[in-house]
């Protein structure tokens, strides 16, 4: 029964994951039908070839907000040489790659602001935001701390205040949104000497990045980083070399919501299904429960009553015998009754007959005396 | 009748899944419910 | 109302002096055994790492960085720590939904392990994450649906008070009696067989929470296919955490079976010893049949991926000594262990198991993760992040004695004999 409960659990239970895989299709049915996108959303276009790593576009970020900045000033080239990521001080970095030709290929790196964040999907207190005009921003004063986001993210972007007691934070490009609000343009689109950034709606910036690949044969490879990656990003790049080259990790067109809606879909699957199956378990053995122990209370009355038949039976023959013996002994007793009488009576007679020969002619006393005593003895045997 | 329309996934799966975890509890306490309701005439669970 | 504020009025409150001296012979009157000294020494080491963990940050005190943000305390503590207290509701189920009577003795040690279990799980919550007092946020503040930790969080916290509520009959018949100023004013005959009456339907939203949490823990990771090695990632890690926390569960209560009959002897009754092996055997049976079918389900998914040829590689080899070294293995101590009635068997296969589980969620959390950065961007725990983590087994483990010396966990209370 245990077991046979448990195949049933899994059974169901693999039936529920088979079902909320397809729970991804739902979500893209749903997507298609009830999801548009702003057309108007910003972005940003960083093209490779024209980025020539100056790393003012990281100076300028700092500024904007408020941050430190990296460890080596600016003008550093050597930092270059290592690979950096962002951080809690530098929202942004730019690194060079060897390219495939004699000059080396800069890309800058930051949040990518996607159409369909994994921070966002990820944060439990929903201190993410993905708002219609294009920027994911962050609520600081939601943020528990709990670092899902840096796991969710694609790119691991967010960096995090480790060194911090009271208030840390998760820290990540803003897509300069205060700026944005007042008509700027972002911090390092705004400061970039050679126009590698280009700042734009996301449709256009697609059109543009179409036309300078359909321009230039050869000159990019034919690929829009963002386009379709993770579900599309908002910021966008172009490269003359693989993006895999410049550090990029390879994603194909799952969104991160997508690909943990089966499994949060399948979690009210379980709450509407496992009741009913808990209880009917619980109920199904308690219905045996009731069936073996009514079965038995009938086993042992039948026993009892079978038991009591037998004695009833036993006692009824035991009385018929009683009374059977209490007759014979009644007959008996009167059969011995009458023997004492009669053997009285002729002892008497015999002590009469006695008597009388020896008295000859014997008076009336003598007669009276024998007559007494043969009617004591007979009273003697009739009382015996 | 012109659907919601959503700018995104994510906004129409926080929509959609608020609107679920809030019938998960109402279905769960339901059911319960449900149950004592459906044993109510046994002879030892007299609760309607 | 006015009753209770005279009732307050009559609360024995002692004095500094005489709570210091209970103390001290509290204390002093503590058995001065070696495993009470480890004890005693690790709980201090551990209060030392807590207040430097709270002065300097979680920086100074673990190696994680902006690559690497979920360490030892994630993966042990929390994966592992729910994943070894699912005992709670394998044993309450086996008991009350499917009527394994003879099951009943190993319910409240179990129950009192799974509600340590989550317990210090929110505790070691409070090193990890960076604005622990926010932890109520996502529930009563700010939900954040979308998220598979929402949803690990709310039964995680509803699944708590179940448990909580669960141990509680214990605590009352305890109680019963025990302290006279309650004479009268409290009833806790009333309270406790109250509670008692609701162990069925507890049972079931005990049952319904895990399964909904046991399997979230797993879908944490199905964020992240390009971070996770091909061998593990899979739409199925749902599937894979709650079949595999059945059988965690069924090990953890064999194998504490085992150590509380080492050291807790003297707390249990008759009627407990005697049911104890029946319960090892039981449940090593039903751990061994879960486990082949949990071991079917990880092939199925490797053929279904198709990532055969991973299999040759180093984390190949990693594969293969977690199923068959850490699942097939164990699987089969339990199967021949239950068969031939042999108890050494099972309990050897118990530790194995549970190792199984602590390997798994390691894995998945913490090597087969990142497995794409180069080694000098790996993640390793810090020594004072494995402090803390044997700080927090050895306070479930000292809680656990404690209760256990107290209350009737082991044994049944002599008012409450046959009572359930």
Redesign the interface.
């Known amino acids: 029964?245990?077991?046979r409960?448990?195949?049933k659990l899994?059974g169901i239970?693999?039936g529920v994951?088979a079902a909320s895989?397809t729970g991804i299709h739902k979500?893209s049915a749903?997507?298609a039908?009830?999801?548009?996108?702003?057309p108007d959303a910003v972005g940003v276009l960083h093209d490779s070839t024209l980025c020539i790593g100056c790393r003012r576009c990281e100076e300028a970020c700092a500024v904007v907000n408020n941050r430190p900045g990296p460890e080596k000033p600016y003008d550093n080239r050597a930092v270059l040489d290592t690979k950096r990521?962002?951080?809690v001080d530098s929202y942004t970095v730019v690194n060079k790659y060897p390219g495939q030709g004699a000059r080396p290929v800069f890309r800058k790196t930051q949040c990518n602001h996607c159409?369909?964040?994994?921070c966002?999907?990820?944060?439990?207190?929903?201190?993410f935001t993905?708002t219609?005009e294009g920027p994911v921003v962050y609520d600081p004063s939601?943020?528990?701390?709990?670092?899902?986001c840096?796991?969710?993210c694609?790119f691991?972007i967010?960096?995090?205040?480790?060194?911090?007691?009271l208030?840390?934070?998760v820290h990540k490009c803003t897509l300069c949104a205060p700026r944005l609000a007042e008509g700027k343009q972002p911090g390092c689109v705004e400061v970039c000497p050679t126009g590698a950034l280009l700042f734009g709606k996301r449709e256009e910036l697609l059109d543009i990045a179409r036309k300078r690949i359909a321009d230039a044969p050869g000159k990019y490879v034919k690929h829009i980083y963002g386009e379709k990656e993770v579900?599309g990003t908002n910021w966008l790049y172009l490269s003359p070399v693989p993006h895999e080259e410049l550090g990029q990790?390879?994603?194909d067109a799952t969104?991160?919501?997508?690909?943990?809606?089966?499994?949060?879909g399948?979690?009210?699957m379980?709450?509407?299904l496992?009741?009913?199956l808990?209880?009917g378990?619980?109920a199904i053995?308690?219905r045996?429960?009731k069936v073996s122990e009514e079965e038995r209370e009938s086993a042992v009355s039948a026993a009892l009553a079978k038991a009591s038949a037998a004695n009833a039976e036993e006692l009824r023959k035991a009385l018929e015998k009683a009374a059977k013996d209490k007759e014979n002994a009644l007959a008996k007793a009167e059969k011995d009754k009458e023997a004492a009488v009669a053997a009285a009576l002729a002892e008497a007679k015999a002590a009469c007959e006695a008597a009388a020969d020896n008295a000859g002619g014997t008076d009336a006393a003598g007669q009276e005396q024998a007559a007494d005593a043969a009617n004591a003895g007979t009273k003697d045997g009739g009382e015996s | 009748m012109e659907p919601t329309t959503f700018s995104s996934l994510q906004d129409f799966m926080l929509h959609s899944k608020t609107i679920t975890y809030v019938l998960m509890g109402g279905g769960l306490v339901g059911l319960a419910c449900f149950w004592y309701f459906l044993c109510g005439r046994d002879k030892d669970i007299k609760r309607f | 109302m006015r009753g209770l504020i005279r009732k307050l009025k009559t609360l024995p409150i002692p004095t500094l002096r005489e709570a210091v001296d209970f103390g001290r012979d509290t204390l002093l009157s503590i058995p001065r055994t070696p495993g009470n000294y480890l004890t005693a020494a690790i709980l201090l080491l551990g209060g030392l790492v807590t207040i430097l963990r709270f002065t300097i940050g979680i920086g100074g005190v673990t190696n994680l960085d902006d690559a690497n943000p979920w360490g030892i305390w994630i993966a042990f503590d929390l994966l592992c720590g729910v994943a070894l207290a699912a005992g709670g509701y394998t044993t309450s189920a086996a008991c009350y939904l499917f009527g394994l009577k003879r099951y009943h003795g190993a319910v409240r040690p179990a129950i009192l392990t799974a509600f340590l279990g989550y317990a210090f799980v929110v505790i070691a919550l409070h090193f990890d994450v960076g604005q622990p007092w926010r932890l109520v946020y996502p529930i009563f503040l700010s939900q954040g649906t979308t998220s598979v930790l929402f949803e690990v969080g709310l039964c995680v916290f509803i699944y708590l008070c179940v448990l909580f509520t669960e141990w509680t009959p214990a605590a009352f018949e305890w109680l019963d009696g025990r302290f006279a100023w309650f004479d009268g004013f409290i009833n806790w005959r009333k309270i406790r067989n109250f509670v008692v009456r609701l162990t069925i339907p507890l049972t079931i939203l005990g049952v319904i929470l895990s399964t909904m949490h046991q399997s979230s823990l797993g879908a944490l990771f199905l964020t992240s296919p390009g971070k996770l090695h091909p061998l593990w990632y899979s739409s199925f890690l749902p599937v894979f955490f709650f079949v595999s926390s059945m059988f965690a569960g069924l090990s953890m209560v064999i194998f504490e079976g085992g150590l509380a009959h080492a050291g807790l002897h003297d707390k249990m009754d008759q009627a407990h010893l005697d049911s104890s092996h029946e319960v090892a055997f039981g449940f090593a049976k039903a751990a061994s049949f879960i486990m082949a079918g949990y071991f079917c389900m990880r092939i199925f998914d490797l053929a279904m991926s198709n990532n055969w040829a991973y299999l040759a590689t180093g984390y190949g080899i990693l594969y293969l000594v977690e199923l068959f070294g850490f699942v097939i293995f164990p699987c089969f101590l339990f199967a021949m262990g239950s068969r031939e009635k042999k108890l050494w068997l099972v309990r050897f296969g118990a530790v194995m198991a549970i190792l199984g589980i602590v390997l798994n969620r390691f894995i998945v959390c913490l090597i087969a993760f990142n497995w794409q950065l180069p080694s000098d961007e790996r993640y390793f725990p810090s020594i004072m992040e494995v402090i803390v983590s044997v700080f927090i087994v050895t306070c479930i483990v000292t809680a656990y004695r404690l209760i256990c010396h107290f209350l009737p966990i082991l044994h049944e209370h002599p008012d409450y004999k046959d009572a359930h």
């Open positions: 029964m245990h077991r409960n448990f195949l899994l239970t693999g994951a895989g979500a749903a997507s039908a009830s999801v548009k996108r702003n990521r962002p951080s159409q369909e964040p994994a966002a999907s990820a944060c439990f207190v929903k201190a993905k219609p939601l943020c528990v701390g709990c670092r899902y840096m796991i969710a694609p691991t967010p960096s995090y205040d480790y060194d911090k007691v208030n840390p934070l579900g990790p390879v994603l969104s991160v919501p997508e690909l943990t809606s089966g499994a949060l399948s979690v009210p379980i709450a509407g496992w009741p009913v808990l209880t378990a619980w053995t308690r045996k429960e």
